[in-house]
């Protein structure tokens, strides 16, 4: 099964950029598509992204529009934030599974695999 491991989260200024990272350490993430997702304290999570196991399908949450880029690069997995806000600050999760989507990105129910998270902190 997958085991989703994040990294790439920090403490920046904002206008400050981050690149987080999903692997697994099990399967592949070859044949699966994959979210991001994120929680900040006292709010739900949040779809960000999503691309799918081709490297199609590319979605963004309003919210991250035009600051934030999915990629994927063999079997790992690339949230590439620039300008980040304070508002932006939650742990970020990805999470995989073998689905199919169109317009938009599915939402957090159809994920059965996540990551443990990685907190991005945007503060002066």
């Known amino acids: 099964q997958l085991r989703l491991v994040e990294s790439g989260g920090g403490s920046v200024q904002p206008g400050g950029s981050l690149r987080l990272s999903c692997e697994s350490s099990?399967?592949?993430?070859?044949?699966?598509?994959v979210g991001w997702f994120r929680q900040a304290p006292g709010k739900a999570r949040e779809a960000i992204s999503c691309?799918?196991?081709?490297?199609?399908g590319i979605y963004y949450g309003h919210s991250v529009k035009g600051r934030f880029t999915i990629s994927r690069e063999d079997t790992k997995i690339y949230l590439q934030m620039n300008n980040l806000r304070p508002e932006d600050t939650a742990i970020y999760y990805c999470?995989?599974?073998?689905?199919?989507?169109?317009?938009?990105?599915?939402?957090?129910?159809?994920?059965?695999?996540w990551g443990q998270g990685t907190q991005v902190t945007v503060s002066s």
């Open positions: 099990g399967y592949s993430l070859k044949y699966y598509g």
């Open positions: 999470a995989g599974e073998v689905l199919s989507y169109d317009n938009e990105c599915p939402g957090e129910q159809y994920y059965a695999y």
């Open positions: 691309i799918d196991n081709t490297g199609g």
